[in-house]
């Protein structure tokens, strides 16, 4: 399978931004994907997690009530098959800066789908986005 980010970028404290994450070469439909972000510094943390099978959600507590995770397919019956998943940010915050990477995980969220750990199998590049005064 295959992540690409995009929508990353300087924006100013309240601003807003939406960040997409294109997923292919993924057969099954039973996956999580979860943003994950890091800044200089820190260790990474998950933001927002998404399960492609029921849609369900889940998110950190920093960013409850101002972003908001959707899902988009193409379609699923082929081996290119393509959900984009969407990230959009409101209200954004200095704290909100960091490097934002999108990874996928088999099966459905659960206590573990914000952390970072080795359930997650591929990974992104990253899109970076920096909330400045």
């Known amino acids: 399978s295959r992540i690409v980010e995009s929508g990353g970028g300087l924006v100013q404290p309240g601003g807003s931004l939406t960040l997409s994450c294109k997923i292919s070469g993924v057969e099954s439909d039973v996956y999580v994907v979860t943003w994950f972000r890091q800044a200089p510094g820190t260790q990474r943390e998950g933001v927002s997690s998404i399960s492609i099978s029921d849609g369900d959600t889940k998110y950190a507590d920093s960013v409850k009530g101002r972003f908001t995770i959707a899902r988009f397919t193409i379609s699923r019956d082929s081996a290119s098959d393509t959900d984009t998943i969407y990230l959009r940010m409101n209200n954004l915050l200095p704290e909100d800066t960091g490097i934002y990477t999108c990874?996928?995980?088999?099966?459905?969220?659960?206590?573990?789908?914000?952390?970072?750990?080795?359930?997650?199998?591929?990974w992104g590049q990253g899109t970076r986005v920096s909330v400045l005064s």
């Open positions: 990874a996928t995980a088999s099966g459905r969220i659960g206590w573990w789908s914000l952390m970072p750990g080795s359930s997650y199998k591929t």
